[in-house]
Nanobody
């Protein structure tokens, strides 16, 4: 069992930056792929970034967001730069062994989410 706790969300102006953190319990953190997803009101949950054997990014965030992980701290980060109002959503981290890291249903464990709001 893995428990995930996100932090770092908040309100930021367009063009600003935030860094999200996701702290994981358990001693097998390094064996899991970690993903970030987001869900805006009235929209489906969408892939943002993932880190496993490789890193993956949604086209909408490529060049602006960076996923990284510190296995010694059991933590995965999402550095978000040049934020846009369309980035407003609840951001979730996920852990698992997905065959396709961009598909949310293939992850086993989820955090509670952290709200990111970008004002124009």
């Amino acid at each position: 069992q893995v428990q995930l706790v996100e932090s770092g969300g908040g309100l930021v102006q367009a063009g600003g930056s935030l860094r999200l953190s996701c702290a994981a319990s358990g001693r097998t953190f390094s064996s899991y792929a970690m993903g970030w997803f987001r869900q805006a009101p009235g929209k489906e949950r969408e892939f943002v970034a993932a880190s496993g054997g490789q890193t993956y990014y949604a086209n909408s965030v490529k060049g602006r967001f960076t996923i990284s992980r510190d296995n010694a701290k059991n933590t995965v980060y999402l550095q978000m730069n040049s934020l846009e109002p369309d980035d407003t959503a609840v951001y979730y981290c996920a852990a698992g062994s997905p065959r396709i890291p961009t598909i949310h249903s293939q992850y086993d464990y989820w955090g509670q989410g952290t709200q990111v709001t970008v004002s124009s």
